[in-house]
Nanobody, 117 residues
Framework: QVRVVESGGGLVQAGGSLRLSCVAS????????MGWYRQAPGNERELVAR???????NYADSVKGRFTISRGNAKNSVYLQMNSLKPEDTADYYC???????????WGQGTQVTVSS
């Protein structure tokens, strides 16, 4: 069984910063892709950023230049540094860990981010 745990969400004013953390543990040897998704009320879950085991990254257009995804030193860990936050970034943020290509991966329970104007 694989457990994915996110942390670091909270309430922040517009223009502020937050850093989200995600760690996967349990029956997972390695992760080929780790990603962050978000879902705002009434919206579908969308990709925010993801990073491969080789370090390649891609971002949603709405967060380019403001958010940075990085792998942690701990195995199967990933961070999302969010700067210049906007009210439209308000959502539940979820971590997805893929252990092999073609797998749907594993999801955490999410961490809430609220950006006040």
């Amino acid at each position: 069984q694989v457990r994915v745990v996110e942390s670091g969400g909270g309430l922040v004013q517009a223009g502020g910063s937050l850093r989200l953390s995600c760690v996967a543990s349990g029956s997972i040897f390695s992760s080929v892709i780790m990603g962050w998704y978000r879902q705002a009320p009434g919206n579908e879950r969308e990709l925010v950023a993801r990073i491969t085991s080789g370090g390649s990254t891609n971002y949603a257009d709405s967060v380019k230049g403001r958010f940075t995804i990085s792998r942690g030193n701990a195995k199967n860990s990933v961070y999302l540094q969010m700067n210049s936050l906007k009210p439209e970034d308000t959502a539940d943020y979820y971590c997805n860990v893929i252990d092999y290509y073609g797998s749907p991966g594993y999801w955490g329970q999410g961490t809430q981010v609220t950006v006040s104007s």
